[in-house]
């Protein structure tokens, strides 16, 4: 009798979705401040190489058919840079952050003019939370992230707001403060697609959240993509996909070879300035859902 041969099921067709997206290009970026594990004022960063590696992440997002709107920096906001923090837009209805440190306070006023001027349905929070950073939307769902910045209120502000089913879940890791270094949102649309077997799905770091919002995680997405802790701790999970096209981070070399085995085509922009502030792609990327 012959062996049986493993079947391996083909990698679903995915298809690139059209994103519109707020970046900032990092003209003032620094480390003045500690806000984070990764940030070390006292080390040297080079501004002109971190605008010189922001600008490829740019020009790639354009390459790909993206639109890229552009939000003016400010002088003595070098944070300014992670756009990812500065709302949380669905339907062209933007609600705006309230930064936990009072270093990128003044940042949020920026944004909401931003968004006002752009004819965006612009809410101010009442609580404390940092936009995009903090809080996914997979499919219908918003998965929200509290254990560092954003706070639990904030949460059922969000779903307010949005009128949106929130899953909170605690994160437990100093390193992994905001939700989007944690967890990807790889296809953001509901619905099993092109023949895959698999509805929105994501990838996470097992080891950023504690026991029951991984129970939470494994219930729901059983088909998620687990990173090890090697490409996590390179901020690989800190990336955005428009469904086909993955950019992460070119240390994240597991995670590469994952997607690609799922159909996904991950493409690396190395952005090692930005990371000396605790930020990698996704959080320098604000997408602009539904705006016009
Ligand atoms: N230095 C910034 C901070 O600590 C980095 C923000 C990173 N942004 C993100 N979406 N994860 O607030």
Not at 106 to 123: M, N, V, Y
Request: proline share 7%; hydrophobic share 35%; aromatic share 10%.
């Amino acid at each position: 009798m012959s062996t049986p041969e493993t079947v391996t099921a083909p990698a679903p067709v995915r298809t690139a979705q059209h994103r519109r997206y707020l970046m900032c290009r990092p003209e003032h970026f620094t480390v003045s401040y500690k806000i984070n594990p990764w940030m070390e004022p006292a080390k040297p960063t080079d501004t002109a190489n971190a605008v010189a590696q922001w600008q490829k992440l740019y020009d790639l997002y354009l390459e790909l058919g993206h639109e890229v709107e552009l939000i003016e920096p400010l002088a003595g906001y070098p944070d300014m840079v992670y756009t990812a923090n500065g709302g949380f837009l669905i339907d062209g209805r933007a609600y705006v952050p309230k930064f936990r440190f009072e270093q990128r306070a003044g940042e949020a006023p920026a944004f909401a003019d931003w968004f006002r001027d752009h004819d965006l349905d612009t809410i101010e929070p009442d609580e404390v939370n940092e936009g995009e950073g903090d809080f996914l939307l997979v499919g219908n769902t918003i998965l929200a992230g509290t254990g560092f910045r954003s706070t639990g209120d904030s949460h059922r502000e969000v779903g307010e707001v949005f009128g949106r089913e929130v899953v909170s879940l605690n994160l437990v890791d100093p390193r992994f403060y905001h939700l989007d270094t944690a967890i990807a949102v790889l296809d953001p649309v509901e619905g099993v697609e092109n023949g895959g077997p698999e509805k929105a799905n994501i990838a996470y770091l097992p080891g950023a959240f504690d026991d029951a919002s991984r129970a939470i995680l494994e219930e729901r997405y059983p088909d998620a993509i687990l990173v090890s802790d090697e490409d996590g701790s390179v901020f690989g999970l800190n990336s955005a996909s428009d469904g086909y096209n993955v950019i992460i981070s070119p240390r994240a070399k597991g995670f590469e070879k994952q997607l690609r085995e799922r159909g996904y085509n991950p493409i690396t922009v190395d952005l090692s300035e930005l990371l000396l502030g605790g930020g990698g792609i996704k959080c320098c990327t604000l997408e602009l859902r539904g705006a016009k």
